[in-house]
Structures are given as structure tokens and as C-alpha cells.
């Protein structure tokens, strides 16, 4: 890998595009990490491959189909080396719009083909039965209890309003993992019936929000403020993050892999697949609208996707369902 103490052409204009990034682009945190991580070591394989002296003018596409065959050597799957060309490609759009560079070589490398399959998506009848247990597990929970293993309460729910408030908000909004712990207080707009949601670019949308994950963030809130007081962060009960970790530790907002614990220990011990992870249930979402006869793109702004066509490779029709619509609609049917 190059040497740290010797900045190249390739190192200093990845450092200017990460900074880009992080300041004008507003991306998210965990996008500036894997951009961060990608360009830096293909910056390191081009000052190897070319030479420390060596300009970007220099890299062709040759070079990034290289780099590609390198990281595949590593062992790396074709949805890793995709997601690595994508961070490349991303960068080479900004040395072009920069005019840092006469022809992109990034427009010349395709994208590694990767199956088409979506995660299965649990049906209605199994996303309820999970969410029924929670409001059990709530009731059978003591409210005044802040520690980590209240009697009564089994150990993948930890926090059971808490928990059920998480599997309410994916499900019942289909947000992300991400938009679901940046989520503030005052993002939660009781007069609307929505939560204002900042997603990809830090582009804002409101999405409704439903009878039944109202009640689990009204169950929630009081158990929320008990643990911020009794962590001596009274400041924090009227404001700050939604969802706090456990001991309210640090800035006290629960973490994207925190939630992910959560969410797969609970679906597992329920008799879900061990694959259901956060996404699994905005994909439920997406596709349980669907079945039920929603408009694609009422889905797809709930959903935030800027394409219809990502909106629809995302939702799942049944086989079921579209025999159904045939059956209903194509007047060649009856």
C-alpha cells in the first residue's frame, strides 16, 4: 500500500472528493465510511500500480478492470467489488465535473453481474404474529424497571417498549435503518399523523404514521424519559434522539447495528428466517401495500426512492396476487 507520508496526485484529489462529500453533499455517515474506505485503497493500487509521480490523467479503464480482478484474488464477492467500482465511479464523476480529467475511464468498466433475487419477505400473517408478541411481552414487562434484565422479560427484548416501537416504525413506515435512528423527538409530528424522515442526500419526506405505531411510541416515550432521568440526562427528555440505547450511554442514540441485534434476535426467536434483518421489513412494507392494492408510486414516495423502477424491483408481487389482478381486470379472463 503507498506510504502514508507521501501524498500523491491520486491521495490528495480522494481527500478533496471525500471532502466534497462530507460538506456540500450531506451524505450520510455510513456512506462517507465505505466511500472513504474504497477510494483510499484504490487510490493506494493506482500510486502502486503507476507510480508515486504518476497524474489521474494517467488512469485508464484498464487500470480500474485491474483493480476489479485484484479485489476479486482477495476473495471478494461480485455485490463487495460493485459496491467498490460504485464508490470509483462516483469519484471519477467528480474529477470530470471538476474538469480534473478529459474522459471518465469509470464509463468503461460495466457492473459486475450480481443475481437477481430479493431476501423472502415474511407474510402479513407472520410480521403480526412478531408484533403481537411484542405487545405481550410489554405488558408482561415492569414499567419501573431501568436495568437490563427486568423479571419477566425474555433476553431479545430487552426494553420491550422500546423494541416494539422499532419493529412498528420499519414496518409501519418502511424507512430505513439509517432514518429510523437519526429520527429525532420533534421528528414525530403528532398534529400531521407523519414523521418528517431525512433520508439519502439528507432529502426530507413526510410519511404517515399509523394508529398502531402511534400507540407503540406513546407506550414508549414515558419508559424513554424514566431511563434519561435516572441516567441523571434530564435535558434530553424533551428533545435529542427517539431511540436511546439502554443505559442512555454517550449521546445516548441507538446505533444502526444495534437495531440490526435487535431486529434478527427477535424474528429468530419468533420462527423467522435467521436472513431477516431492518430491510426485511421496509421490503414487507413495500410489499404488503401492494398486495392490498396500493399505487406504486404512493409506495415509492413513502419508500423515498427517486426511480419508480427501483420501487418496483423492490416489491414482490405473489403469484397469488397477480392471478388475482388477471382474474379481475383482463376482460379475456372471465
Known amino acids: 500500500m503507498e506510504d502514508g507520508s507521501v501524498q500523491t496526485e491520486f491521495s490528495r484529489l480522494t481527500e478533496q472528493f471525500l471532502s466534497v462529500l462530507a460538506t456540500q453533499r450531506g451524505s450520510s455517515q455510513h456512506t462517507l465510511r465505505a466511500y472513504t474506505r474504497e477510494i483510499r485503497n484504490f487510490a493506494s493500487y493506482l500510486a502502486e500500480s503507476l507510480g508515486t509521480e504518476a497524474k489521474i490523467k494517467a488512469v485508464e479503464h484498464t487500470h480500474i478492470r485491474s483493480y476489479l480482478a485484484v479485489l476479486y484474488e482477495r476473495g471478494l464477492t461480485k455485490a463487495s467489488a460493485a459496491r467498490a467500482l460504485a464508490a470509483i465511479r462516483s469519484w471519477f464523476r467528480w474529477l470530470a465535473k471538476e474538469r480534473l480529467i478529459e474522459q471518465n475511464p469509470a464509463l468503461l468498466v460495466s457492473t459486475p453481474r450480481l443475481p437477481k433475487h430479493l431476501p423472502r419477505v415474511p ?26 434484565a427486568a423479571e419477566g422479560v425474555e433476553e431479545s427484548i430487552r426494553w420491550p417498549e422500546r423494541e416494539r416501537a422499532i419493529f412498528e416504525l420499519l414496518y409501519g413506515c418502511g424507512i430505513r435503518n439509517s432514518e429510523l435512528v437519526d429520527l429525532n423527538l420533534d421528528s414525530v409530528k403528532w398534529a400531521d399523523e407523519a414523521i418528517l424522515v431525512r433520508g439519502k442526500g439528507r432529502k426530507e419526506r413526510m410519511v404517515p404514521l399509523g394508529d398502531e405505531a402511534a400507540m407503540a411510541l406513546r407506550n414508549y416515550l414515558p419508559t424513554r424519559a424514566e431511563r434519561l432521568q435516572a441516567a441523571g440526562k434530564r435535558n434530553l427528555v424533551n428533545q435529542g434522539p427517539l431511540l436511546i440505547n439502554l443505559r442512555a450511554r454517550g449521546d445516548c442514540r441507538l446505533t444502526t447495528r444495534s437495531v440490526g441485534r435487535i431486529v434478527k434476535a427477535i424474528a429468530r426467536s419468533r420462527g423467522l428466517p435467521a436472513d431477516v434483518h431492518p430491510h426485511t421489513l421496509r421490503h414487507a412494507f413495500g410489499t404488503h401495500m401492494l398486495e392490498e392494492g396500493a ?12 426511480r419508480l423502477s427501483t420501487t418496483q424491483r423492490y416489491t414482490q408481487l405473489t403469484a397469488g396476487q397477480v392471478q388475482r389482478v388477471y382474474d379481475e381486470t383482463h376482460p379475456r379472463a372471465r
Open 123 to 148: 407474510t402479513v400473517e407472520e410480521v403480526n404474529r412478531v408484533l403481537n408478541s411484542l405487545e405481550g411481552a410489554q405488558k408482561r414487562s415492569a414499567p419501573s424497571r431501568v436495568d437490563e
Open 295 to 306: 399505487d406504486l408510486r404512493a409506495i415509492q414516495e413513502m419508500l423515498g426512492h427517486e
